[in-house]
Structures are given as structure tokens and as C-alpha cells.
């Protein structure tokens, strides 16, 4: 099923701890928040995703993990889990929806040897922050999306070793071998991922 852009998909509603056999390493976790960082992006990509991570599974610890990029604390990784019952660590979900999606090349293309080097590729970038000038980046790029940038501005909004949660999820998937489209601006959404044909919709996650 391909992803809606403009509304939060009601359909294919799933309780996690009934989905939760059906997740696989690589897939894409998308979220609709309702802060005003997420307003922002929102707005700015005619969306209503505002974030966007992948899943790795520990079968070895009986857990399954988020890698995402968030502000203001960079790359990371939590239990999916928080995401529905502790999100905040004071015991409430994440402020928002929740869906999980799959590329399509992605379980052909990540062999036992590239699964494992982009899960090592991944873990590697875990503690890059956002600095205190991230947050006028992330508006700056959203803002490129609508000019018509030429030239020596476009280099201004060159991809640097700060990550929004979207850059972080496709330099990873980059390194295994799948590209997504990126826009020639400088900036990539998480409406981007969701835009892309081998990217679908498996299920819209409810708290267990």
C-alpha cells in the first residue's frame, strides 16, 4: 500500500505487540508529530510526516530498536516500544502517529555481509549532535525547498556530518546501496522516503 502524504493513514491500524513478529531489520518508522518542530516540517514539505528512522531487531535480546536522528540530542537509538508507552520517559506515547513502512530492494539487497556493515555503519554515527545553529539549517533547507537556489548557494546547503533524522536514514541507506531521491537543493524530507515508489505503508501502530 503506498503511503499518504497529506493525512495520516486510519487503515491498517495494528497492535504492536501483535505486528511486532512482522517487523524486520531496515524497516522505515515513520512519525505525523504534533510539536512545533514538527509543524515546521510539515508545512514546509506539504506533509504530514514529520520524522523518519529505521528498525534494527536484536533477536539475541528480544528487542526491537529505533535508529533515528532527533533534535535536540542527534543520532540514537531507543526500543521501539518507547515510542508507544514512554516516549517521554514519564510514561506517555509519542505525541503522534506511528507507522511502519518497508522498501521494497531492501531485504535483496542487504546480504547477511551488507546487513551487518550497515547496521556497523549505522551504530558508527550514533552520538553525532545537532549543534546550537541546527535548528536554523533544518528552516534554511526547508526554506530552499521553495527557492530557486543556483550556483555558489546551492553549496551553502551542502550535506555536512550533522544529521536531521531524514539525512541520517538515507546516508544509511546509501551505504547498503539504496538510494532515495534527493532533492537537488540541498534538503531531504521524511516526505521524501514516503514519496518513493519501493517505499510501502505496513501498518499504522496503536499502543499495546
Excluded at 555536512?160 to 538510494?179: F, K, M, N
Amino acid at each position: 500500500m503506498a503511503i499518504p502524504l497529506k493525512r495520516f493513514p486510519k487503515n491498517s491500524v495494528a497492535a504492536y505487540q501483535q505486528f511486532r513478529k512482522q517487523i524486520k531489520s531496515g524497516d522505515l518508522l515513520f512519525c505525523s508529530g504534533s510539536g512545533v518542530f514538527s509543524r515546521m516540517i510539515q508545512v514546509g514539505t506539504k506533509s504530514t510526516w514529520s520524522h523518519v528512522g529505521f528498525v534494527m531487531r536484536l533477536d539475541a535480546i528480544d528487542r526491537v530498536m529505533v535508529l533515528e536522528s532527533v533534535e535536540p540530542l542527534g543520532v540514537r537509538t531507543v526500543p521501539l516500544r518507547k515510542y508507544l508507552v514512554d516516549y517521554d520517559s514519564r510514561g506517555n506515547p509519542y505525541p503522534g502517529g506511528v507507522a511502519i513502512a518497508r522498501h521494497g530492494a531492501f531485504e535483496a539487497t542487504a546480504t547477511k555481509k551488507k546487513l551487518r556493515r550497515f547496521g556497523q555503519f549505522a551504530a558508527d554515527l550514533f552520538g553525532y549532535p545537532y549543534d546550537k545553529d541546527e535548528i536554523v539549517k533544518i528552516a534554511a533547507r526547508i526554506a530552499a525547498s521553495f527557492l530557486p537556489f543556483r550556483g555558489k548557494d546551492r553549496k551553502a546547503l551542502k550535506r555536512d556530518r550533522e544529521y536531521i533524522c531524514s539525512e541520517y536514514v538515507w546516508e544509511c541507506y546509501r551505504h547498503l546501496g539504496i538510494r532515495i531521491e534527493y532533492d537537488p537543493k540541498g534538503f531531504i524530507a521524511p516526505a521524501d522516503f514516503a514519496k518513493a515508489k519501493e517505499v510501502t505503508l505496513l501498518a499504522v501502530l496503536k499502543s499495546p
